[in-house]
């Protein structure tokens, strides 16, 4: 898996793409912005934390939302991933050391803002690389080692 979420980024970052296509699909991303959480593996645990793009106009940024049970950076304790039954698991594509974003949204979409997340994953995240069921609803998720088209705020 990690090997497809390398090639995942490599795509979406080649130099081939032109210019204009790379700015719709930034846009796109912030019109219709999917969950994204980044995973890490921490003392053999899994810990998360959700990102978010804040911004006007053009000057956009990612941002990680602070949960109340997190630490100062962001972390949390995600003791129920393995509940929602990943398919395939994420634990063989997190090492420790590292950290991987997760990109989600419902596979069945109930909304024209649900449809266009689910396009906005295809389209600037890459392919979905498996599902996830969570509140009873299929999610399809794509796992990537950075985040797109714009700058993170620690």
Known sequence: ???????????RTDASLPKDDL?????????????????RINQGAIESRQWTLLGNGSDHRWVF????????????????????????????????GSS????????????LDESQK????????????GEFTWRGRAYSYTLTPELPCFPQLQ
């Open 118 to 129: 689910s396009d906005t994953i295809r389209q600037v995240f890459g392919t979905a690389q």
């Open 100 to 111: 991987h974003f997760l990109s989600y949204a419902p596979v069945q979409t109930d909304s």
């Open 23 to 39: 700015q719709e699909h930034c846009d796109q991303l912030v019109a219709a912005t999917p969950g994204v959480e980044e995973l």
């Open 1 to 11: 898996m990690q090997a497809y979420a390398d090639q995942q980024t490599a795509l």
């Open 65 to 96: 939302v602070r949960a109340p049970d997190s630490s100062s950076g962001g972390w949390a304790p995600k003791p129920g991933l393995d509940k929602l039954n990943f398919q395939p698991p994420l634990e063989p594509a997190l090492t420790p």
